[in-house]
């Protein structure tokens, strides 16, 4: 039932900034957590942030101090800054949210159909 909807990908040079944005539809947005992920060519999906319904962030190491994850649960909407962005930040990428109910017994699991982010150098 819920739907993600990413935006804000393109083309940037080294060091520039991008923000990514994904909407969301459906009910109980507040209780996912929210993530990004990305997938480079040849490389498996990777957790790049993630952010609980209270507002807990993690970060990969690779993108601790130039990313920052955050939400509005107001509008259904988790974002991506994306600051001093590097070559090998180049990928596809993905918003996901999901929710553990029964104790973690089980896991709902949605995904955007992601948005490409290139940085050329």
């Known amino acids: 039932q819920v739907q993600l909807v990413e935006s804000g990908g393109g083309l940037v040079q080294a060091g520039g900034s991008l923000r990514l944005s994904c909407a969301a539809s459906?009910?109980?947005?507040?209780?996912?957590?929210m993530g990004w992920y990305r997938q480079a060519p040849g490389k498996q999906r990777e957790l790049v942030a993630g952010?609980?319904?209270?507002?807990?962030?993690n970060y990969a190491d690779s993108v601790k101090g130039r990313f920052t994850i955050s939400r509005d649960n107001a509008k259904n909407s988790v974002y991506l800054q994306m600051n001093s962005l590097k070559p090998e930040d180049t990928a596809v990428y993905y918003c996901?949210?999901?929710?553990?109910?029964?104790?973690?017994?089980?896991?709902?699991?949605?995904w955007g159909q992601g948005t490409q982010v290139t940085v050329s150098s």
């Open positions: 996901n949210s999901r929710r553990w109910v029964d104790g973690a017994a089980k896991l709902y699991d949605y």
């Open positions: 952010i609980s319904s209270g507002g807990s962030t």
């Open positions: 459906g009910s109980s947005f507040s209780i996912f957590v």
